[in-house]
């Protein structure tokens, strides 16, 4: 079973069509003892991280997800939920990535929003995707480069596009929203 976060900020919607389309079927909840027991675990998310972590505390959610030990992928705000802490807001995150969130100069156009490649891609995440291949972007905060980053991006400032530590994979971009290589990339984090 693929459990999908219910935490009032997720594009559900879009990740359950993108799973759908690659045959799966998946359960959205905000309980427990469900995400623990699924096989994998998307966390997705639009929206602000102080409301967005707010949800997840209210809903117990914080403590759920860090103890999870099943491949478990952030997309988007779920990446930024992941890492230490957020400039939006002034957020403490889940702590899972060793690497705080920052907001783009704003002397640039924010957000960060269109198509945009992806460089030193490394682990199982990018198996099969291309250095030129283009992901969908819409952020306006990144993660700085830590250890854990697994491919940059790059829009000002080099960022972290995605992130990896033990069973938590995360991404900065919509593979959702990015059409085959997309697709792909959560082939790839199914099959893990």
């Excluded at 819409?138 to 700085?144: L, R, W």
């Excluded at 940059?152 to 995360?170: H, M």
Aim: hydrophobic share 40%; charged share 20%.
């Amino acid at each position: 079973m693929i459990a999908l976060v219910k935490y009032n900020a997720g594009n559900l919607s879009s990740v359950r069509n993108a799973l759908s389309r690659l045959g799966c079927e998946c359960l959205i909840s905000d309980d427990a003892s469900i995400l623990q027991r699924a096989d994998k675990v998307i966390f997705p998310g639009v929206g602000e991280a102080s409301s967005a972590m707010r949800s997840l505390r209210n809903a117990g959610l914080d403590r759920t997800i860090p103890s999870l030990i099943q491949p478990t992928l952030g997309i988007c705000l779920g990446l930024q939920l992941m890492c230490q802490r957020s400039e939006e807001g002034n957020t403490d995150g889940l702590g899972l990535f060793d690497t705080e969130v920052k907001r783009f100069p704003s002397r640039d156009i924010v957000p960060h929003m269109g198509w945009n490649n992806l460089s030193h891609m490394e682990g199982s995440l990018f198996q099969d995707i291309q250095i030129q291949d283009d992901v969908y972007f819409v952020h306006s905060y990144y993660a700085e480069p830590c250890d854990q980053t697994v491919a940059l991006g790059e829009y000002i400032v080099p960022f972290s596009a995605s992130l990896q530590k033990d069973n938590f994979y995360a991404t900065q971009f919509h593979p959702e929203k990015s059409g085959p290589v997309g697709e792909q990339i959560l082939k790839n984090f199914l099959e893990l």
